[in-house]
C-alpha cells in the first residue's frame, strides 16, 4: 500500500502561484510514476502533471509552460508549482501514484483545493 498526502492548496488571485506538495508513504519504492490530476466542478478528472522514475515529465496542454512538477527522493515528496494561474485552475487537485510490476495499481491522495478569483 502506498499513502498519499496532498498539502499547500488555498485561495489566491489570478496571476500568482501556489506550490503543492504530495508526501508518499508505505511501498513506495516499486511506484513507476507520480502524477497530479485535478477536478473542477461538474467536469472529469484530469491529468495535469505526470513524472517517471527516470524524472522525465508530461503535461496537460492546458498548463504546460506553467506548472512544473518535480520530486525530492530523499523527502519522498512531490511538488506541483504552479506559476501564473487563472481562474480556470479553480480544482480540487489530487496526487496520484502507479505501479505496475507485479500488476497495475493506483494510488490517490483526498486532493487540495485550489480556487483561483479573478
Known amino acids: 500500500q502506498v499513502q498519499l498526502v496532498e498539502s499547500g492548496g488555498g485561495l489566491v488571485q489570478a496571476g500568482e502561484s501556489l506550490r503543492l506538495s504530495c508526501a508518499a508513504s508505505?511501498?513506495?519504492?516499486?511506484?513507476?510514476?507520480m502524477g497530479w490530476y485535478r477536478q473542477a466542478p461538474g467536469k472529469q478528472r484530469e491529468l495535469i502533471a505526470l513524472?517517471?522514475?527516470?524524472?522525465?515529465?508530461n503535461y496537460a496542454d492546458s498548463v504546460k509552460g506553467r506548472f512544473t512538477i518535480s520530486r525530492d527522493n530523499a523527502k519522498n515528496t512531490v511538488y506541483l508549482q504552479m506559476n501564473s494561474l487563472k481562474p480556470e485552475d479553480t480544482a480540487v487537485y489530487y496526487c496520484?501514484?502507479?505501479?505496475?510490476?507485479?500488476?497495475?495499481?493506483?494510488?490517490w491522495g483526498q486532493g487540495t483545493q485550489v480556487t483561483v478569483s479573478s
Open positions: 513524472i517517471w522514475t527516470d524524472d522525465s515529465t
Open positions: 508505505g511501498s513506495i519504492s516499486s511506484i513507476n510514476a
Open positions: 496520484n501514484a502507479v505501479r505496475y510490476n507485479p500488476a497495475y495499481e493506483q494510488y
